[in-house]
């Protein structure tokens, strides 16, 4: 696979400013690379990793492609070098973010992760397990979504943690800052859907 890359189970001493933009990839597409893109040169990070889950506990398993398949699809929109597919998650045998970032903090010490979110996915953030350890455990930053940019920043998370809000100038330094800390990016938006796509391919 392309841009599939067998990151160390039990981590290294990198130096890297590293974003996570983690998911199902149900399937990877160009709005993914779009996101990866944006977070490398908005926040001058050296990498973007591409954490495909092995399941994700708020989607219906109907319809969800076997874990080999979505890691092929998130290499193939990788390039192997900036941005990387990794499914070190399930190497870690973690099946919640908190938990996933927690351990990759832990077998990473010195790199400094930024977690990468779509506004559809700061909507619905208070719903994730954990979600307050989340933001406290490293900064993070939003790319806006068509339809879902004035319901997640007027939504619980956003309010919940208004205080922790940096703007969009101060992107560049995120990944040094200590969290809680966020910013929401304006950014051109990409309409890519992986369920779109697999919509598309059922009527084919």
Same mark, same amino acid.
């Given at each position: 696979?392309?841009?599939?890359?067998?990151?160390?189970?039990?981590?290294?001493?990198?130096?890297?400013?590293?974003?996570l933009?983690?998911? #199902?990839?149900?399937?990877?597409?160009?709005?993914?690379?779009?996101?990866?893109?944006?977070?490398?040169?908005?926040?001058?990070?050296?990498?973007?990793?591409?954490?495909? #889950?092995?399941?994700?506990?708020?989607?219906?398993?109907?319809?969800?492609?076997?874990? #080999?398949?979505?890691?092929?699809?998130?290499?193939a929109?990788?390039?192997?070098?900036?941005?990387?597919?990794?499914?070190?998650?399930?190497?870690?045998g973690?099946?919640?973010?908190a938990?996933?970032l927690?351990m990759?903090?832990?077998?990473?010490?010195?790199?400094?992760?930024?977690?990468?979110?779509?506004?559809?996915?700061?909507?619905?953030?208070?719903?994730?397990?954990?979600?307050?350890?989340?933001?406290?455990?490293m900064?993070?930053?939003?790319?806006?979504?068509?339809?879902?940019?004035?319901?997640?920043?007027?939504?619980?998370?956003?309010?919940?943690?208004?205080?922790?809000?940096?703007?969009?100038?101060?992107?560049?330094?995120?990944?040094?800052?200590?969290?809680?800390?966020? #910013?929401?990016?304006?950014?051109?938006?990409?309409?890519?859907?992986?369920?779109?796509?697999?919509?598309?391919?059922?009527?084919a």
């Amino acid at each position: 696979m392309r841009g599939r890359v067998a990151l160390p189970r039990f981590g290294d001493h990198r130096r890297q400013r590293i974003g996570l933009l983690g998911g #199902s990839f149900n399937p990877a597409h160009e709005g993914h690379r779009h996101i990866a893109l944006v977070a490398l040169h908005r926040l001058r990070l050296d990498q973007v990793w591409l954490l495909v #889950s092995p399941g994700n506990p708020l989607k219906e398993q109907d319809g969800m492609a076997a874990a #080999s398949d979505r890691l092929a699809s998130a290499g193939a929109i990788a390039d192997g070098r900036r941005i990387i597919a990794t499914d070190i998650e399930r190497q870690l045998g973690t099946r919640f973010t908190a938990d996933t970032l927690q351990m990759l903090r832990r077998r990473f010490p010195r790199a400094r992760f930024v977690w990468l979110m779509g506004a559809d996915n700061l909507r619905q953030f208070p719903r994730w397990r954990g979600w307050r350890r989340i933001a406290r455990a490293m900064p993070f930053a939003v790319l806006p979504r068509p339809g879902y940019n004035r319901p997640a920043l007027a939504g619980l998370a956003a309010q919940r943690l208004r205080r922790a809000r940096h703007a969009a100038r101060q992107a560049p330094v995120l990944a040094a800052m200590r969290p809680p800390a966020w #910013s929401f990016l304006c950014a051109a938006q990409h309409p890519g859907s992986a369920t779109a796509l697999r919509a598309a391919r059922r009527r084919a």
